[in-house]
């Protein structure tokens, strides 16, 4: 086994490091691009790979509702609007160079250097998953569906009343006439 | 994965939340900013079940016990994306109503509501 700087390389690692690297790159993306439309498919990207990286988590159905939710709904209805707003060439939004960007950059490498600093080296022992085979079944429907609907059945039923909220505010919001 | 270590995970969560944060104070177009909340959302998600698959916590007496501990993680995860729906519904209307009334998405142009 090849080991740099005290960390084990594992094929793993190396298949991490490669989504990882790509879903970091269109997250930059996200922000970076001028045009909403090349950020909204950054986006895309960026959440295809979350999937993965949750099927290697053993959370294969929160993997799936990703791939839908996120991918299918939410990605859907974000293009969904901007070509309802047509922000085409002549209506891109010219970004200013003003205060606000190398203060937002400072600001963010001071959080992540305080996170990092303060929370990340006292993981750096959890070095592999909890090894227990009894705990690989804890992502399937069944387990998930079990646990919602008995020790989580509350919050489910929140959660339920917070969307028919959610469905008739957007509904209310969007239209001219009622 | 076997292989490799919940510090690589966090990172990654990290480092798509602090670029969602920089996008939310940078960028200008309202959209943008609400796929920067996205993300931001997202990261939190990773370090959620990377959390929930690495720490599972060794059953003690009146804890939970390290099934329990593992669903809590996904279930809020469920509950994010939950919340996390129905937060762009209202906010996509919500600039759509901007939209209407002002025929401009520009955020620094907003302010109705500075006192």
């Given at each position: 086994m090849i080991n740099v700087a005290g960390i084990e390389i594992t094929p793993e690692l190396?298949?991490?490091?490669?989504l990882a690297t790509v879903a970091a790159l269109a997250a930059i993306g996200v922000v970076a691009f001028n045009n909403a439309v090349r950020s909204a498919l950054c986006l895309v990207v960026n959440f295809f790979l979350l999937a993965v990286l949750y099927f290697t988590l053993n959370a294969?159905?929160?993997?799936?509702?990703q791939v839908i939710v996120y991918t299918?709904?939410?990605?859907?209805l974000f293009l969904f609007v901007i070509m309802l707003l047509n922000l085409g060439a002549p209506q891109i939004l010219h970004e200013k160079w003003d205060f606000k960007r190398p203060a937002g950059i400072v600001l963010a490498l001071v959080f992540?250097?305080?996170i990092a600093g303060q929370i990340l080296p006292s993981l750096m022992s959890a070095s592999r998953p909890v090894s227990n085979p009894a705990l690989d079944a804890y992502g399937s429907p069944q387990a998930i569906g079990r646990t919602l609907f008995s020790t989580y059945v509350f919050p489910f039923e929140a959660v339920s009343i917070l969307l028919l909220i959610?469905?008739?505010g957007s509904i209310l919001l969007a239209k001219r006439r009622i | 994965m076997i292989g490799v270590p919940l510090v690589a995970y966090l990172s990654l969560g990290l480092f798509m939340f602090t670029v969602g944060a920089v996008g939310v104070i940078v960028r200008r177009n309202p959209i943008?900013?609400?796929m920067c909340i996205e993300l931001m959302l997202n990261a939190v998600n990773l370090t959620f079940l990377s959390f929930a698959r690495y720490h599972a916590v060794a059953a003690r007496p009146g804890g939970p016990?390290?099934?329990?501990?593992?669903?809590?993680?996904?279930?809020?995860?469920?509950?994010?994306m939950a919340v996390a729906a129905a937060e762009v519904a209202v906010g996509l209307g919500i600039i759509m109503a901007i939209f209407r009334l002002r025929d401009s998405i520009d955020i620094d142009e907003m302010s109705l509501l500075r006192g």
């Open positions: 190396v298949a991490f490091g490669g294969e159905l929160l993997g799936i509702s299918g709904a939410i990605m859907v992540a250097g305080l959610g469905i008739v | 943008v900013i609400f016990s390290a099934a329990e501990s593992m669903m809590a993680g996904q279930m809020m995860v469920i509950f994010v």
